[in-house]
């Protein structure tokens, strides 16, 4: 099973930016559709974003269009998450996502078809 490594979570004052990446390690072949999903205190995850396969697909939830910005690198295996204009209600443990199947459009990934979750980095966004 592939393992996705996450960093760049933190703190950061309202209206600031974080950038998050996601490393697939243990994968010679980088081609599923890849995602980002949160979960804040007391809420079911989330959907966030999803890009797929050759990144020439993505989708994002209401809540974060027009502020956060989904890119991968399939050379280096990363998948990233501009996070701008970051406001409180921001604030989760962000959880990058990897879909079961290869070749996947970001219009076909949900919580039900991922089949590697990293271990989540947490983004406090503060007033």
């Known amino acids: 099973q592939v393992s996705l490594v996450e960093s760049g979570g933190g703190l950061v004052q309202a209206g600031g930016s974080l950038r998050l990446s996601c490393v697939a390690v243990?994968?010679?072949?980088?081609?599923?559709?890849m995602g980002w999903f949160r979960q804040a205190p007391g809420k079911e995850r989330e959907f966030v974003v999803a890009?797929?396969?050759?990144?020439?697909?993505?989708y994002y939830a209401d809540s974060v269009t027009g502020r956060f910005t989904i890119s991968r690198d399939n050379v280096k295996k990363t998948v990233y998450l501009q996070m701008n204009s970051l406001r409180p209600e921001d604030t989760a443990v962000y959880y990058c996502?990897?879909?079961?199947?290869?070749?996947?459009?970001?219009?076909?990934?949900?919580?039900?078809?991922?089949?590697?979750w990293g271990q989540g980095t947490q983004v406090t966004v503060s007033s």
């Open positions: 996502a990897a879909d079961r199947n290869a070749y996947a459009t970001a219009q076909q990934m949900g919580p039900t078809t991922v089949g590697d």
């Open positions: 243990g994968r010679t072949i980088f081609r599923n559709a």
């Open positions: 890009i797929g396969w050759n990144g020439g697909t993505t």
